[in-house]
């Protein structure tokens, strides 16, 4: 079993800036990658930033530029550094984990976290 836990979420005014973080645990062997996701009221969970085991990177377009992704894979943790926050960048953030095999041979191939509410006051 893979668990995520996310952390880091808060009231920020437009402008600023917030780290969440989520860790993952349970037998790991490796994940083959990492990422954010967001959902906003009334909208379609989408992703945010992405980061796979080679450390190459994927954003979404309203995010790049602004929001950083960095994972560190011994520790089985992905941050996410969000500046120059916008009001529509409020959303519940989840955490997913994509492609976990642990060490007893099973295999995930997406896990959630609970996620952390994220709002940003204008």
């Known amino acids: 079993q893979v668990q995520l836990v996310e952390s880091g979420g808060g009231l920020v005014q437009a402008g600023g800036s917030l780290r969440l973080s989520c860790a993952a645990s349970g037998s790991i062997f490796s994940i083959n990658a990492m990422g954010w996701y967001r959902q906003a009221p009334g909208k379609r969970r989408e992703l945010a930033a992405l980061?796979?085991?080679?450390?190459?990177?994927m954003y979404a377009d309203s995010v790049l530029g602004r929001f950083t992704i960095s994972r560190d894979t011994a520790k089985n943790t992905v941050a996410l550094q969000m500046t120059s926050l916008k009001p529509q960048d409020t959303a519940v953030y989840y955490c997913?984990?994509?492609?976990?095999?642990?060490?007893?041979?099973?295999?995930?191939?997406?896990?959630w976290g609970q996620g952390t509410q994220v709002t940003v006051s204008s």
């Open positions: 980061i796979i085991s080679d450390g190459s990177t």
């Open positions: 997913k984990a994509r492609g976990v095999a642990l060490i007893s041979g099973g295999y995930y191939e997406d896990s």
